[in-house]
C-alpha cells in the first residue's frame, strides 16, 4: 500500500497520458520474459526493475562525463499497470534497488508505466514528489514500456530511462528521458537521510519543474516560466514548487544533484522550518544580507552532507564540458563572517561532519565538531528556531544550537570564531566583524518607546540584497495598542526613499511605503509581543536617517 497526496494527484494525473511526447515519455524500454506452469492462474505477477542513466562530472573540467555513464535504479518512484483503456490495474512503487512487483489478471494486454514520482510507502512517514514540464502544462513526466499480453505465467519487465546522449555525435539526438529521474534520485536521498533521523517526519507533496527548455534567460514572470525561461534553478516561495534548468549546451542541471538538493533545502527551509530570505543574486564571496546568507550558505552546506561529498559542482556551457565547484567544508573564504554564505555553509558543514586532523594554522583547526545531521534537523524544527521573534540568521541557528546542546558550545565558539563570528546570542551582542563598515554594526537595534534612534544604511556592497541594505530594529516587550513610526533622512544622499517594514517571527504585521521623500510614517495597532522593525531604502539611497517610536 502507498500513500498519496490526493491534491497532488489530481494535479498530476490529468496529464500523465499526456506527458509521454515530453523529456520521460521516450528514450527507453522494456524487455521481457516469461516462464509457463500447467496451471490455470487467474492473476499473474509482473515485475523488474527500473532504471536510469546517470552521468557524472568530469575530474578536471566540471562538466558533464557521458562516456562515464552508469546506469543507477530509479528508487522509490511509482510504477503502474496500465490496461488498454489506459485503466490502471494496480500500483507500487520500486524499492532500493529499483525493484518493482504487480498483479495483473491473466490474458490481458497491458504495459508497464513508470511515473517520474516519489511517494512514500504505508507507514508513519510521508512524502510525495513529482517532476513536471512547466512547458506543457506542467504534466508529469512517465516512462512507459511496450504492451504486452500477460498470459498466464509470471513475467518480467524492465524499463529503462536513457539520457538521449549520442556519444558519436556528442548531442542530444533522443529524449531526455533519464532526467526527470535523475532529479527525483538526488530528492530520493535527501528525504532518506531526514526519514533516518526522524522516522515521523511529514513532507508536504512537492512539484519540481523542469524542462529540456528550461534556460538561463528570464524576468520571472509567469508567462517566462510557463515558456521555460526560469532564469535559474530556483525555489519559489510563492508557489512552493521548485524549477529545475534544462537548457542544453547552456546550463543543465538535471544531473547536477547538488544544486537539486540545495533547491530542495529551500522548500524543506520554508515548508518544514522557517527561512527569512529575501532571494535574490548571490556569491560565496558576497557580503549578504544575513537571512539570505544563512538560507544560501544552508543549502549548500546541506547538498554536501546528503551526498556525502563537500564539492558542490554546477556544470554548463556548450555541450555541458564546463562547470564550477565550492568546497562547502573550507573555512578560508573571502569576505567572511555572519553575512556571507560562504562562513555559513562551512559552519553548517562542520557541525556535521567528522572531525579531521589538520596541522596548526589550517583553517579547518577550528572544526572540533563531529555532530551529524540529527541535531541540525532539530534546531531547524525547535519552537525556539521557528518561532523567533528575530529574523533568521547565522547568530539565531547557533545561540539556539548553543542553549539545546551545551556540551557542544565551546567547539560552537571556536568554530564561529574561526569565521569571525562572535556568538554570544541570537542578536549578535558583541560582534565586531562589520564587513568592512562599521555603520553594519550592532546587528540588532534596540528601540524603547519613546526612544528615538540614528542609523545609516548603504550600498557599498551591492543595492538590493547586500549588507547594509537593511537596518533592524528590535521592538521588544510591547503591549497591544496603538504606536507610531517615523523615519527621516538626516544626512548623505538628498533624495532618499525610505520603508519600513514590522514583521514578528519573520511574518509580515504592517509596512508603510508611501513614496514620500526623506521621509516616512506608520500609525496603527500592534499586538503584545516582540516585533523587528526592519528598514529599506527604495532608492538605494546611501545615507543616514532618524527613527523614532511612540
Not at 90 to 107: A, I, M, S
Request: a negative charge; hydrophobic letters at 40%.
Amino acid at each position: 500500500m502507498i500513500k498519496r497526496n490526493s491534491k497532488l494527484f489530481a494535479l498530476v494525473a490529468a496529464f500523465a497520458l499526456t506527458a509521454c511526447g515530453g523529456g520521460g515519455g521516450g528514450g527507453g524500454g522494456d524487455t521481457g520474459s516469461s516462464s509457463t506452469s500447467s496451471d490455470a492462474p487467474s492473476f499473474v505477477d509482473v515485475s523488474g526493475s527500473v532504471t536510469f542513466d546517470s552521468v557524472p562530472h568530469n575530474p578536471l573540467t566540471l562538466g558533464l562525463d557521458f562516456e562515464s555513464t552508469t546506469i543507477e535504479p530509479a528508487r522509490g518512484v511509482v510504477v503502474q499497470a496500465i490496461d488498454v483503456n489506459g485503466a490502471v490495474i494496480d500500483e507500487t512503487v520500486t524499492n532500493g534497488n529499483g525493484d518493482y512487483l504487480l498483479t495483473v489478471g491473466v490474458d490481458t494486454q497491458v504495459f508497464i508505466r513508470a511515473r517520474a514520482e516519489l511517494l512514500s510507502p504505508a507507514g508513519s512517514s510521508s512524502w510525495e514528489v513529482a517532476i513536471t514540464d512547466n512547458t506543457n502544462s506542467n504534466a508529469l513526466y512517465v516512462l512507459d514500456g511496450q504492451a504486452f499480453n500477460s498470459g498466464d505465467a509470471d513475467v518480467t519487465r524492465n524499463l529503462h530511462a536513457a539520457s538521449g546522449w549520442d556519444l558519436s555525435q556528442m548531442d542530444y539526438l533522443d529524449p531526455r528521458a533519464a532526467a526527470p529521474f535523475a532529479i527525483l534520485d538526488a530528492i530520493y536521498e535527501a528525504i532518506q537521510a531526514f526519514v533516518a533521523i526522524d522516522s515521523t517526519i511529514q513532507l508536504p507533496a512537492l512539484e519540481v519543474r523542469w524542462s529540456e527548455n528550461n534556460v538561463p534567460t528570464g524576468n520571472g514572470s509567469a508567462t517566462d516560466l510557463a515558456n521555460g525561461m526560469i532564469s535559474t534553478s530556483f525555489y519559489s516561495p510563492a508557489q512552493q514548487v521548485i524549477y529545475i534548468l534544462g537548457g542544453a549546451d547552456q546550463d543543465t542541471d538535471e544531473y547536477d544533484s547538488h544544486v537539486i538538493v540545495h533547491e530542495w533545502g529551500h522548500y524543506f527551509e520554508d515548508i518544514m522550518s522557517r527561512s527569512d530570505s529575501l532571494g535574490g543574486s548571490h556569491s560565496i564571496n558576497d557580503r549578504l544580507d544575513m537571512r539570505l546568507a544563512f538560507s544560501e550558505g544552508f543549502g549548500n552546506a546541506l547538498s554536501g552532507i546528503i551526498l556525502n561529498d563537500s564539492r558542490y559542482i554546477d556544470s554548463l556551457g556548450v555541450r555541458q564540458l564546463f562547470g564550477f565547484q565550492i568546497d562547502v567544508e573550507r573555512n578560508d573564504n573571502v569576505n567572511i563572517g555572519w553575512f556571507n554564505e560562504g562562513t555559513v555553509q562551512s559552519i553548517i558543514y562542520d557541525i556535521f561532519d567528522g572531525i579531521t586532523v589538520v596541522p596548526v594554522g589550517d583553517p579547518e583547526a577550528s572544526d572540533e565538531i563531529s555532530a551529524g545531521l540529527a541535531p541540525i534537523y532539530e534546531i531547524l524544527r525547535s519552537d525556539e528556531y521557528v518561532n523567533s521573534p528575530l529574523l533568521t540568521s547565522l547568530h539565531l541557528f547557533l545561540a539556539e544550537y548553543k542553549a539545546v546542546f551545551p556540551g557542544d558550545a565551546d567547539a560552537i565558539d571556536r568554530l564561529a570564531a574561526g569565521q569571525d563570528v562572535t556568538v554570544n546570542d541570537a542578536i549578535a551582542t558583541g560582534e565586531t566583524n562589520d564587513g568592512g563598515n562599521p555603520v553594519t554594526l550592532p546587528v540588532y537595534m534596540m528601540l524603547s518607546q519613546g526612544q528615538t534612534a540614528d542609523f545609516c544604511l548603504i550600498n557599498d556592497f551591492g543595492p538590493q540584497n547586500r549588507l547594509g541594505n537593511f537596518r533592524y530594529i528590535l521592538l521588544e516587550g510591547l503591549t497591544a495598542g496603538n504606536y507610531t513610526i517615523r523615519v527621516d533622512r538626516i544626512s548623505g544622499d538628498p533624495v532618499t526613499d525610505p520603508d519600513l517594514f514590522i514583521l514578528q517571527s519573520g511574518n509580515f504585521v504592517a509596512a508603510a511605503q508611501t513614496g514620500a521623500t526623506n521621509t516616512e510614517f506608520w500609525s496603527g495597532q500592534l499586538p503584545s509581543g516582540n516585533f523587528v522593525l526592519n528598514v529599506f531604502d527604495f532608492n538605494r539611497a546611501d545615507a543616514c536617517y532618524r527613527v523614532s517610536f511612540n
